[in-house]
């Protein structure tokens, strides 16, 4: 009996992580996705993401409402998977990519909802128009990466997950047919920055 307790405690000491304290992370952009889905005629839901994502957050966990992110989207980095509608969305109709090449996220709020999760508001810019929106996340994992070539690289992951309006921002083309909701969802990974 002793022995299984001296196992087991020991089994509990080295998988206990001491605590993480407050850091600044960049994003891994391997690591890191953005997703929208869009309704399509009431047929379907059309999935589409993006893929030059870039950006940095602070975060603690001893005070995880002192949290700041600042993102940054390429909008001609824009993917459904099919050239003709991409091209398409990249122009003036929608994400105008050369005149807008550029959609931010600046956080100004972080309220925490339960233990890992919480509602992070912020200014989202996108067709030269800032609007506030807030955005549901949890809170992952925040620890030593344990793989090359990041090893032993403090890294923290979010869930996140929201909707907006693209008319909001004046995106109205093809209005209601393509829909007006947003969908977004966002694996975000950061490595830490000394």
Not at 24 to 37: E, G, I, N, R, S
Not at 112 to 129: A, F, I, N, P, S
Not at 134 to 163: C, I, Q, W
């Amino acid at each position: 009996m002793r022995q299984s307790l001296a196992i087991a405690a020991a089994f509990l000491s080295i998988g206990a992580a001491a605590p993480a304290a407050a850091a600044d992370f960049k994003l891994d952009p391997d690591h890191t996705m953005a997703v929208f889905v869009v309704n399509h005629l009431g047929y379907s839901n059309m999935i589409g993401r993006f893929n030059d994502v870039s950006g940095t957050f602070s975060f603690d966990p001893a005070t995880p409402e002192k949290a700041k992110i600042s993102m940054a989207i390429d909008t001609a980095s824009v993917d459904t998977d099919h050239k003709r509608r991409d091209d398409h969305l990249r122009g003036p109709d929608f994400f105008n990519a050369q005149e807008f090449p550029q959609m931010t996220f600046e956080s100004t709020k972080v309220e925490v909802t339960g233990e890992r999760t919480g509602k992070v508001t912020g200014d989202l810019t996108l067709l030269g128009v800032t609007k506030p929106v807030t955005l549901d996340v949890t809170f992952n994992k925040m620890e030593p990466h344990p793989l090359p070539p990041y090893n032993k690289v403090l890294t923290a992951g979010f869930s996140v997950r929201g909707t907006i309006k693209r008319s909001d921002f004046g995106m109205t083309y093809f209005l209601p047919a393509v829909g007006d909701e947003i969908q977004l969802m966002l694996e975000v990974e950061g490595a830490e920055t000394k």
